[in-house]
């Protein structure tokens, strides 16, 4: 069992770039979730989904997007890259009853 | 919103010892969850212990265990026994269950376990 898999584990983009953070669950959990945690910081929330099609912003959407067109996969979007996004970016999914948040590897990001 | 403090950027233990992590929460919310996460060095966001806001008796896992004082919105972290693999950054998270199930998480606690 997989779990949540993200990909890739790192990047370097340059400014201005564009980039997808890949997510995919096998849990068939229908909440998904992207963070982001910076350096010395905890997770702040960017975007969520509770269900394939239906996506909403969190603490911290500015810059990004999503999409929830199955309920295994929550792709994040960067369009135009920028040293504030420099960061390391987590996906998790849940279910509705069991809270418990599994989360996946990570991804480092860093713009320069 | 709902905010969660924690007050200790960083700790150390010697090894075999006990220490205490601590947080605190800001919510309306009568009913949610509130939870500890280990980060070691690989990244790994990994679930220590839960509670349940309705339920009076402090959540146990092993050597992990809560102090829930509802009222006083505090949410402690005691690791009993503290073993070198203990090392990582612990995250305290404040969730409302039934909605979105997003978590809202404290800025860290970096706990060493020293030989």
């Known amino acids: 069992n997989a779990g949540v898999t993200q990909t890739p584990k790192f990047r370097i983009l340059k400014i201005g770039q564009s980039m997808t953070l890949q997510c995919t669950q096998d849990m068939n959990h229908n909440y998904m979730y992207w963070y982001r945690q910076d350096p010395g910081m905890g997770l702040k929330l960017i975007y969520y989904s509770v269900g394939a099609g239906i996506t909403d912003k969190g603490e911290v959407p500015n810059g990004y997007n999503v999409s929830r067109s199955t309920t295994e996969d929550f792709p994040l979007r960067l369009e135009l890259a920028a040293p504030s996004q420099t960061s390391v970016y987590f996906c998790a999914s849940s279910d509705r009853v069991n809270t418990e948040a599994f989360f996946g590897q990570g991804t480092r990001l860093t713009v320069v | 919103a709902q905010t969660v403090t924690q007050s200790q950027p960083e700790m150390s233990v010697q090894e075999a010892e006990t220490v205490t992590l601590s947080c605190t929460y800001d919510?309306?919310?009568?009913?949610?969850?509130l939870f500890w996460y280990k980060q070691p060095p690989s990244r790994q966001m990994i679930l220590v212990i839960r509670q349940e806001a309705y339920k009076q008796q402090n959540a146990t896992e092993n050597r992990f265990s809560v102090n829930f004082q509802k009222a006083a919105k505090s949410f402690s972290l005691k690791i009993s026994d503290s073993q070198l693999g203990d090392t990582a950054m612990y995250f305290c998270a404040f969730m409302k269950p039934y909605n979105n199930n997003d978590m809202r998480f404290g800025a860290g606690t970096r706990l060493t376990v020293k030989p």
């Open positions: 919510t309306s919310e009568n009913n949610y969850y």
